[in-house]
């Protein structure tokens, strides 16, 4: 007996890549491969019914949607000791196909995903080709109707792992398309314009876009404004105190849709 259950390890290790007992649930159409140690005519494959049910030589209809590898490995080891004397069955899945993941919105292109294997939200925005178009901050995660995971751009743009989640089976992504992809410099700068928003975009990077300061401007009086939702903000630049002091917090960074407005001294 024990050189039985070596053998079966070393069987285990040794599997073709699959999904072995684990915590994964089988669903309807899922494949499966069912063997029972020493026994033949019990070693097959198995496709799970729309019913959820799979066909079992010897025990007839056998329940195994809803279940995990390792819970049908025990419900099937307990019916099948009325065959077998000390029955070790073994469950692998070999092909998954009830597992999906629904991404949609305007800021990406609507699909759906297969989890044929585990996978996090930031392998599957890495696979998209439109998120850096998106607003990721707006954008979400539903399981179950509800909102598990905000504001990907923490998890995405600035690589907080910390933020990542596994995905399971029927999660919805949700990513809306990001209205507006300008910074606009206007006021006492050279060359007042709407500059494409870039990731990381500062304050003093739009202004020298912009042909910098001109010679009337008052560089302690610039002042961003922006927009979140109903919020409304006006940030103060204290310029001089970034190029004499080199105080680093005056060179805040952008978001797509912020004004930057510098305004004149007056002499």
Known sequence: MRLSALLLALLLLLAPLGVRAGDYVIGEGDSLDISVWGVKELNFPVKVRPDGKITVPGLGEVVASGATPSQLQTLLGGRLKELVKNPIVTV?????????????????????????????????????????????????????????????????????????????????????????????????????????YREGMKVMEAILEAGGFTRFADQNDVVVRRKEGDKAQALEVKAKRLFKDGDLSQNIELKAGDYVMVKEAFF
């Open 92 to 196: 692998t899945v070999r092909e998954i196909t009830n597992s999906k993941v629904y991404v949609f919105g305007s800021g990406v292109k609507a699909a759906v995903y297969d989890l044929s294997r585990r996978t996090t939200v930031l392998q599957l925005l890495c696979t998209l080709p439109e998120v850096k178009t998106a607003d990721l901050r707006n954008a979400y995660l539903l399981r179950d109707g509800k909102k598990v995971k905000t504001d990907l751009h923490r998890l995405f743009i600035q690589g907080d792992t910390a933020q990542d989640l596994l995905l399971e089976s029927n999660d919805a992504l949700f990513i809306p398309l990001l209205q507006d992809r300008s910074i606009y410099v206007m006021g006492a700068v050279n060359a007042p314009k709407a500059i494409e």
